[in-house]
């Protein structure tokens, strides 16, 4: 069975400072993606970052990294120098190869970033 | 420009009633789900379909049904038999390769009466 925790329900930071938002994924299939999504208050979900199980490496992309980890299970998001447009709620998600075209998500990270 | 566009962006529901909600993409994407979002939830999965004319249940089915008549389209009916049918949806379409990318239109936001 596939499943995704976000044990972070909401989270506030002051503008500028870094913010981490975690995500536990549990799978038995040794190929799997991991995803991340941003919702802003519109409501559509904005592609972030898809990352496979063979590839442990970190990425860095402007204000945002990943810190993908197999022995954890954690495919960890970190904002840096949060921006208010930052606000919105984060998600982490899942698909395995026995059945790819199923994408399991967390229940959400709601990030508050105040001026 | 490609992307997914869901309509109505409102809509509400009078007991008894059946409303659709229409997604259609233009990106070419084999693949369309439909997804059910509550406040403070995660999304569930409705129904997908990797091809024309064909669609498979997701985990809350009941009380939904679609169609895929075309590629580019994937309409979702709320019946009456969904008690509880006050949510936010979305759809989304990919590739349906298996490190597919999923896309999301910008959701329905659908009320009871």
């Known amino acids: 069975a596939q499943k995704v925790t976000q044990a972070q329900t909401e989270i506030s930071v002051v503008e500028k400072e870094d913010v981490t938002l975690d995500c536990v994924y549990e799978?038995?299939?040794?190929?799997?993606?991991l995803f991340w999504y941003k919702q802003p208050p519109s409501g559509e979900l904005v592609f972030l970052i898809r990352?496979?199980?063979?590839?442990?490496q970190n990425e860095i992309s402007g204000r945002y990294s990943w810190n993908f980890q197999k022995s954890t299970s954690s495919f960890n998001f970190t904002i840096t120098a949060s921006q208010v447009v930052d606000s919105a709620v984060y998600f982490c998600?899942?698909?395995?190869?026995?059945?790819?075209?199923?994408?399991?998500f967390g229940s959400g990270t709601k990030l508050n970033v105040k001026p | 420009d490609g992307g997914i566009t869901q309509s109505p962006k409102y809509l509400f529901r009078k007991e008894g009633q059946n409303v659709t909600l229409s997604c259609e993409q233009n990106?070419?994407?084999?693949?369309m789900y439909w997804y059910r979002q509550d406040p403070g939830q995660g999304l569930r999965l409705i129904y997908y379909?990797?091809?024309?004319?064909?669609?498979q249940k997701g985990d809350i089915a009941e009380g939904y049904s679609v169609s895929r008549e075309k590629k580019e389209s994937f309409p979702l009916t709320v019946t009456s038999a969904q008690k509880n049918p006050t949510a936010f949806y979305l759809c989304?379409?990919?590739?349906?390769?298996?490190?597919?990318?999923?896309?999301f239109g910008a959701g329905t936001r659908l009320s009871v009466l």
């Open positions: 990352r496979n199980s063979f590839d442990e």
């Open positions: 998600a899942l698909s395995a190869r026995i059945h790819f075209n199923k994408f399991y």
């Open positions: 799978t038995r299939d040794t190929t799997y993606y």
């Open positions: 990106l070419n994407h084999d693949a």
């Open positions: 989304a379409s990919s590739s349906g390769e298996a490190k597919n990318i999923q896309y």
């Open positions: 379909s990797q091809i024309v004319n064909d669609f």
